[in-house]
């Protein structure tokens, strides 16, 4: 684990209470660590109220209920239940700690957490609740080899660690290179490979990336910035349905 | 002793008390020395004990009655030891977790020696698996099983969602997270389309998009309430698991048990529950593993059975009866019989504020110790007891030991309780009290008589003869020598048997009252080493009793200062018409004492009436009245019978504030009354205790000694004359065992007793006055005390008679002026 003065404040993203929740304890214990400031950033996302106007649109309860016809009135007032609820929630697991604790509303989208909500040295903590609580593969580090990260290794065998689950490495590569960064953590190497149709921009493709996370199962991902900024952290979290932690440098 | 008294002759010093004269040589001859001294004239009671201790049917539970102090207590546990080392050593008991019902404790019985050793190797059980089986868990073998096992349901539901996701792709669909769920999406370019957007699409083009997103959700649907039903199939796989691997170790420990329990069929179904439970909650052991090491000792050894999760699998010894340190059969006795002391309680502690308790708890009380053997107890420590005498009755009616406290009783404890099975129970109960308690109880009490069958009587004194003297002399020696005091010689012995007569009130025989001559021993033994003596000596005895009469002599002093001070109006000298010296006594505790009493009667012309004053106020009981009475019928029988009774006459006890009872001075009242009616002084030298009967004789009363007593101490105090002296019933100088200082006072003629057998008797010593006899006219001569009783009541009638016609004359008379006016 990195000192306490290597992250300034530890903040948790989410866009509903049930997926911030998933992320308050591993804020706590990364906190208790680290300055002993949690800030909970509860965002309400554009996309959602504007689709809550729509006729066809129902809302899925994570135990698979339909709750029936949405609004974007009904919506709205879910995220201010939810606001009180994480409030709630936070509050009482910091009580005990000595942890400063804080909570703020944004509105947007996940990704606008990034610059938004952060300057650099702070943790970053994107919640999403688990299907099911068992059979998690791990903890994946994702960095790039072009790049690599040992701090984010660092922080992944802490994480690692306190919950048990074995360490994951994911070296992202680019034509189709093979590489590894150190020897008692052997990585999984992924390609991006850029797009051909984008060469102009140079954006790269992170299709076989979000497929491998898509059936994994991981426990939590601990991933560099750059990478959030380029895969989407909205389109990573749809795809690893798991927290994402991301230090910001 | 026995020989006929002469009445009406002061008695003889050496009549006066029980004089004993024993050698030194002749001590304890012909007594069996071999072990302790036997019980003195008690044989009905020991063999009545015996028999309730041999005989095997129902209610034949003993009473044990008689006065404290005369052995019972010493005597019934001589005779319970006896029989119950002829019994064999009654079982153990325990009780154990009920797996099926935590609230009902489960009840086992096990031959003797047994309890320990199981809930040795319980312990030991648990101990061994709070080792093995977190080792067993940890192990790779498990965690690969139980990894395996989550991924399959993990992965199972995970690629059921991915499946999902790649449809919705494909559908150009996405999935938004929100507080109210998921949202299925229909996108345009990768995004969620937005309200303008999709009001600009074609009627057909919505419509694929909301089949496409209906469809979606119905999946999604499916998917997501999948997932518990997947969580749950992977719980009973893993604890199928887990039972697997638990039973491994378990088996192990459990047969371990088996070879040396199995042939106890209660046990080995016992551990059979075990095996099953511990397999079923293996997980109690891996909840709590040892964090830290106990000090200097290492993990392993440490007493993990002690922690509460694992007191279901431990053993509750409620009575171990270990061959190798007890034999025969118990012999209990409880000297604090509440409920919870005789059949168990069940204790409670405090957790978070709720009192809770477990079959641990469980606590035995007598009966559960004394089971298969005899249980003593006292009778009034158990009636005083609350719910206690109910509650052994009901467990010796049912045959068994039901523990109900009295909260439970009550309905005062509104907290978890338990329900133990009743334990069987076969004891026999012997009850120690007063004879007071029996005659209640079987009086009173329904259930008694079939519950307690055999009486047994310890007797309050014995004859004396050669062979109680004899054991009495043992038990003085053995008496010294179990309280390690001086020898007894023989002047001490000739003395505490004297003393013995008297704590019976009757020469003739001893007091059974082992307890107090305990006392006097004792005293006279610290009076001896007070006067550095190396053996009690009769001085020593009779210090003792003195000091333990002046201990206790304030009342009395009280009582004597006022009459010498003419505050209580006592004549000790003189004739005076009409006024006796009467004699009560007064008992505080142990100490008895007299005080003389005036009595006085008045006479007059009347419709044959005899006033007891103290029954007019109330202060007169029940016996008194009736003595009163009896002398009323005496005078009504015996004089003027031709002439109707025409007496008023009344009768006081003067100064008498707190009350009279009992008949012990009628024969004195009667003779006053004769004396007012005679108009013959009493002569007030003498004292008067006896009753009377309507024939005019003399009955026997009690606590003839300390009357005497009590009026010879007034006498000395106001100044002995030579003539004072005590009158009594003949039938009482064989109770006779007066003091030294009164039977010295006799010897040298200062004090006399006379025993008295009639009231002409009585009246003719105290009036000097022949009583008079009737002569064949039908008439008592005229200068005898009866003639002129009768002369008196004679002229009351006439002048009755006289007056009557007189005033039949008057009330004529003037009714005849009315008339003639």
């Given at each position: 684990m990195n000192s306490k003065a290597d992250y300034q404040e530890v903040i948790i993203s989410a866009t509903c209470f049930a997926d911030a929740n998933a992320t308050i304890e591993i804020a706590t214990r990364l906190a208790t660590s680290a300055t002993g400031n949690i800030r909970a950033v509860l965002v309400e996302d554009e996309v959602v109220i504007q689709h809550a106007k729509l006729p066809m649109v129902h809302a899925i309860t994570q135990?698979?209920?339909?709750?029936g016809a949405i609004t974007a009135e009904t919506m709205q007032q879910a995220y201010e239940r939810d606001a009180s609820d994480l409030r709630r929630v936070l509050e009482k697991a910091t009580e005990h700690l000595s942890l400063m604790c804080s909570i703020e509303r944004q509105t947007?989208?996940?990704?606008?957490t990034l610059h938004q909500s952060t300057k650099k040295g702070d943790l970053l903590l994107y919640g999403h609740q688990a299907l099911g609580r068992y059979g998690q593969s791990g903890i994946y580090v994702i960095t790039l080899a072009e790049n690599p990260e040992p701090e984010l290794i660092d922080l992944g065998k802490t994480i690692s660690a306190q919950y048990q689950q074995p360490l994951k490495l994911i070296l992202l590569t680019s034509n189709d290179q093979v590489g590894n960064i150190t020897p008692d953590v052997p990585a999984i190497n992924i390609s991006i490979n850029t797009k051909a149709a984008n060469l102009k921009t140079h954006e790269r493709d992170f299709r076989g990336l979000l497929d491998f996370l898509n059936l994994k199962r991981p426990a939590n991902i601990v991933t560099s910035l750059r990478i959030a900024e380029e895969v989407s952290i909205e389109t990573m979290l749809s795809a690893s349905r798991c927290p994402i932690i991301v230090p910001i440098t | 002793m026995t020989d006929k008294v002469p009445t009406a002759i002061p008695l003889q010093p050496e009549q006066l008390c029980s004089r004993f004269d024993l050698e030194d040589g002749n001590l304890g001859k012909n007594i069996d020395r071999s072990g302790p001294s036997k019980l003195i004239g008690q044989d009905r009671a020991i063999e009545a004990i015996q028999l309730s201790a041999r005989m095997s049917g129902n209610g034949f539970n003993a009473f044990v009655m008689g006065k404290p102090g005369h052995g019972r207590h010493q005597a019934v546990f001589d005779v319970l030891n006896e029989e119950a080392a002829k019994l064999p050593l009654p079982g153990d008991w325990v009780y154990t977790h009920n797996f099926t019902d935590s609230g009902k404790p489960v009840a086992m019985e096990l031959p003797a020696g047994t309890a320990i050793k199981l809930k040795s190797a319980m312990e030991l059980l648990v101990d061994d698996l709070a080792n093995d089986i977190p080792a067993i868990f940890e192990s790779d073998d498990y965690q690969n099983r139980r990894r395996a096992i989550e991924q399959e349901f993990g992965e199972k539901h995970e690629k059921e969602f991915a499946e999902l996701m790649n449809e919705a792709q494909e559908k150009r669909l996405t999935l938004l997270r929100s507080p109210m769920g998921f949202i299925v999406a229909a996108t345009i370019d990768g995004k969620p389309i937005t309200p303008e957007q999709f009001g600009e699409l074609s009627e057909q083009e919505k419509t694929d998009i909301e089949k496409a997103v209906e469809e979606t959700q119905k999946k999604l649907e499916r998917v997501l309430q999948n997932v518990p039903k997947s969580e749950k199939k992977r719980r009973l796989n893993v604890e199928k698991l887990n039972a697997d691997m638990a039973k491994g170790g378990v088996d192990e420990t459990i047969d371990q048990l088996l070879k040396e329990f199995g042939h106890i069929a209660k046990i080995k179904n016992y551990l059979e529950t075990v095996r099953l439970d511990l397999i079923e909650n293996a997980e109690l052991f891996l909840e709590a593993s040892p964090k830290a090491s106990a000090g200097a000792f290492?993990?392993?050894?440490?007493?993990?059975?002690?922690e509460p999760q694992f007191q279901r699998y431990l053993i509750n010894t409620m009575i171990s009866n270990d061959p190798d340190e007890k034999a025969g059969a118990p012999v209990i006795t409880e000297n604090l019989p509440t409920l919870g002391n005789l059949v168990g309680r069940i204790e409670h502690m405090s957790e978070k504020g709720t009192l809770v308790t477990n079959f641990s708890m469980i606590k035995p009380g007598a009966l559960h110790k004394a089971n298969g053997g005899y249980l003593v107890l006292d009778v009034r420590q158990v009636l005083s007891e609350p719910f206690a005498w109910e509650t052994l009755k009901s467990c010796l009616q049912n045959k068994q030991i039901s523990i109900i406290s009295a909260h439970q009783r009550l309905n005062y404890l509104s907290t978890t309780t338990l329900e133990p099975d009743p334990i069987p129970l076969n004891l026999r109960v012997v009850l120690v009290g007063e004879r007071k308690f029996y005659y209640l109880l079987s009086a009173y009490d329904a259930d008694f008589a079939s519950l307690f069958k055999i009486q047994v009587d310890f007797n309050d004194e014995v004859t004396t003869n050669d062979e109680s003297v004899g054991m009495y002399v043992a038990k003085i020696q053995d008496i010294a020598a179990s309280e390690q005091l001086r020898s007894v010689d023989a002047g001490a012995i000739c003395r505490i048997l004297s003393e013995s007569s008297r704590l019976a009130d009757d020469a003739e025989k001893l007091s059974l009252d082992v307890g107090q001559i305990r006392d006097i021993l004792m005293e006279a033994d610290y009076w001896a080493a007070a006067a550095k003596a190396k053996h009690i000596t009769d001085q020593h005895i009779e210090k003792a009793i003195t000091e333990a009469e002046i201990r206790a002599s304030r009342p009395r002093e009280h009582i004597q200062e006022a009459i010498t001070r003419e505050t209580l109006l006592i004549d000790t000298e003189g004739g005076v018409v009409g006024q006796i010296n009467a004699l009560s006594v007064h008992q505080i505790a142990k100490s008895r004492f007299s005080r003389p009493s005036r009595v006085t009667a008045r006479v007059r012309m009347g419709k044959g009436k005899v006033v007891d004053i103290e029954r007019e106020v109330e202060l007169g009981g029940p016996l008194h009245s009736k003595g009163v009475l009896i002398l009323s019928g005496y005078l009504a029988t015996h004089f003027a019978l031709d002439v109707p009774m025409s007496l008023w006459a009344s009768i006081v006890f003067e100064q008498s504030y707190g009350g009279v009872d009992g008949d012990s001075a009628s024969a004195a009242e009667l003779i006053c009354l004769l004396s007012a009616l005679s108009g013959c002084p009493i002569d007030q030298s003498y004292s008067v205790t006896g009753s009377v009967n309507q024939h005019g004789q003399i009955q026997a009363i009690g606590g003839v000694n300390e009357k005497i007593e009590g009026f010879f101490d007034i006498c000395v105090k106001k100044g002995l004359t030579g003539s004072q002296g005590v009158l009594i019933p003949i039938a009482n100088v064989k109770h006779l065992a007066l003091r030294s200082r009164v039977v010295d006072a006799v010897e040298q003629k200062k004090f006399s007793i006379i025993p008295i057998e009639t009231i002409d008797q009585g009246i003719e010593i105290l009036t000097g006055v022949p009583a008079g006899e009737r002569n064949p006219s039908g008439s008592y001569p005229d200068n005898s005390i009866n003639g002129m009783v009768e002369h008196r009541l004679r002229e009351f009638a006439i002048n009755l008679e006289s007056f009557s016609k007189g005033l039949a004359k008057r009330i004529e008379a003037d009714t005849e002026k009315g008339r003639s006016s």
């Open positions: 135990g698979g209920r339909d709750s947007g989208g996940l990704n606008s | 290492p993990v392993a050894t440490t007493k993990r059975y002690l």
